[in-house]
């Protein structure tokens, strides 16, 4: 069993940075892929940014997040920058092991954290 701990989350005003980080509990971390999703209120879980040997973002994020990873440290990150009262939301850490190499659907993935709440003042 794979267990996801997010951390980072917070309130920021518009234009402010935050990084998210994800700490997992597993052996073979380096081969999972690593995906960060999000859920605002009253709005389904939607992909953000994904990351193992190669990375892809959703357009909304694109060229202002930032996946990356610590494989000694098991640990994902996700540095966004320039945010919007829009990214206002319920970030959610994901993992799975095997398929493809950057999946970006939620049912791809195994095991979830527990959400870290993100919110962007305008």
């Known amino acids: 069993q794979v267990q996801l701990v997010e951390s980072g989350g917070g309130l920021v005003q518009a234009g402010g940075s935050l990084r998210l980080s994800c700490a997992a509990s597993v052996r073979t971390f380096s081969s999972y892929a690593m995906g960060w999703f999000r859920q605002a209120p009253g709005k389904e879980r939607e992909f953000v940014a994904v990351i193992r040997w190669s990375t892809y973002y959703a357009d909304s994020v694109k060229g202002r997040f930032t996946i990356s990873r610590d494989n000694a440290k098991n640990t994902v990150y996700l540095q966004m920058n320039s945010l919007k009262p829009e990214d206002t939301a319920v970030y959610y850490c994901?993992?799975?092991?095997?398929?493809?190499?950057?999946?970006?659907?939620?049912?791809?993935?195994?095991?979830w954290g527990q959400g870290t709440q993100v919110t962007v003042s305008s």
């Open positions: 994901a993992s799975v092991y095997g398929g493809r190499a950057t999946p970006w659907n939620d049912f791809e993935y195994q095991y």
